[in-house]
């Protein structure tokens, strides 16, 4: 075993490159959070005076947190969770039986599926448009929820929308899928793992019964953790204490939540997300700013030959997906193949294009400034020439 490897684990960041991974923009540290990180870097850090219940500690102010969480979220009940993924699971195992059905977009993140699975749930899609913009088919909801109740003489157990896809970045009608399930009796979830911290989410009507999001992703924290919100009536089913009781010691917790394993995240990464919360609250205020700054990224790459844009058009979101064929017939006949692209670019600062793929590219410029977005289309701009592609 070479436990050197593990003496100096670097990376190359953000200081050093313009980063433009769309899983990652959104996820950077305020100068705040870094700070905290370092304070609250040790196991355990959050836990000095707790009296039992992490959602409860005061100091750091982590109960304050939840409610104040919750009314920027526009929802009644918040708990931290280890990612979104986590949030979905915990509904998908209160609510589902196993054998349920859990009805979800044709663009739902894999996270979706293996939560289903975990809660004994399979998952009927709803369909989307297909190329060239695949929006999902909002509509179809109340036909697949019909359809599930028809077969099983049960509805679903949930129904949930991906907000925002990962895959082109389209932004889903949640308003409009809260009614249906509302209209037909299905608790619905909205997966907002790509809007929650960039996005005012809070005047959404009707609300969702559950809303999950990514601190990662969305709310300038670092990894694990996610946030769970729901509308109170939930909360009894959702929440639940243990009810188990030790057959010999007689000990029980019935304040220990079961879905949160009693605990969640205890100490960095729900720090980082306190410390960001100040300027995710007033960032998401600035959201046109960047869909505005995203859609002349789009024109900008368009002018390369063969790019085009996937999905929705004009952006409403950040997320963007490119089909890049001129790329890819370079990449055919180059020694590096498909890392020509991601090697040329790092030449020029710029990272967070999946190394490898040329075919389709996908990236956002989501907090960079308007001379960093700048600095990313000359780089390929730059490259398209230099491997004689047109720029008009
Ligand atoms: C739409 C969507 N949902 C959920 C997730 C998973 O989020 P987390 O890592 O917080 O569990 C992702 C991650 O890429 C995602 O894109």
Request: with cysteine; hydrophobic share 35%; charged share 30%.
């Amino acid at each position: 075993m070479n436990l050197d490897r593990y003496r100096n684990i670097v990376r190359e960041t953000e200081r050093k490159y313009i980063n433009v991974n769309p899983i990652q923009r959104g996820g950077v540290l305020t100068p705040e959070a870094r700070k905290a990180l370092l304070e609250f870097g040790d196991g355990y850090s959050v836990c000095d005076f707790c009296e039992g219940l992490l959602h409860e500690i005061e100091k750091p102010p982590i109960r304050q947190f939840h409610e104040d969480l919750a009314e920027f979220l526009g929802m009644d009940v918040v708990r931290i969770t280890a990612g979104a993924r986590y949030a979905k699971e915990a509904v998908m195992s209160a609510l589902c039986e196993e054998g349920d059905v859990v009805v979800a977009d044709s663009l739902a993140h894999y996270t979706t599926f293996v939560a289903a699975e975990k809660a004994g749930a399979t998952v009927r899609e709803v369909p989307n448009t297909g190329h060239p913009e695949y929006k999902v088919k909002v509509d179809e909801y109340a036909r697949v929820i019909d359809e599930v109740e028809d077969e099983r003489g049960d509805p679903p157990a949930l129904a949930l929308l991906t907000h925002v896809d990962s895959e082109y970045g389209n932004l889903a009608d949640a308003e409009k899928f809260v009614k249906i399930c509302r209209k037909k009796g299905v608790p619905a979830l909205l997966n907002c793992a790509y809007t929650m911290g960039r996005m005012d989410l809070s005047n959404l009507s009707p609300k969702p019964d559950f809303m999950v999001g990514s601190g990662h992703k969305g709310m300038a924290a670092c990894a694990p953790c996610g946030v769970l919100a729901m509308r109170e009536e939930w909360e009894e089913e959702v929440l639940r204490g243990s009810s188990l009781r030790g057959d010999v010691s007689g000990r029980e917790w019935p304040h220990k939540e079961v879905e949160m394993l009693g605990c969640t995240v205890m100490g960095a990464p729900i720090v980082t997300m306190m410390a960001s919360f100040p300027h995710v609250v007033e960032r998401v205020k600035r959201w046109k700013e960047e869909v505005r700054k995203t859609r002349w990224f789009v024109k900008e790459m368009e002018r390369i030959e063969g790019v085009r844009q996937l999905g929705e058009r004009p952006k409403r979101h950040d997320l963007v997906k490119f089909e890049t064929p001129g790329f890819h017939e370079v990449a055919e006949d180059h020694p590096r193949r498909g890392y020509f692209l991601y090697e040329e670019l790092k030449k020029r600062g710029v990272i967070g294009i999946q190394p490898g793929q040329t075919e389709t590219i996908k990236a956002s410029v989501y907090g960079l400034t308007d001379e960093q977005v700048e600095h990313v289309v000359r780089a390929f701009h730059e490259i398209a020439e230099e491997y004689g592609l047109e720029v008009s």
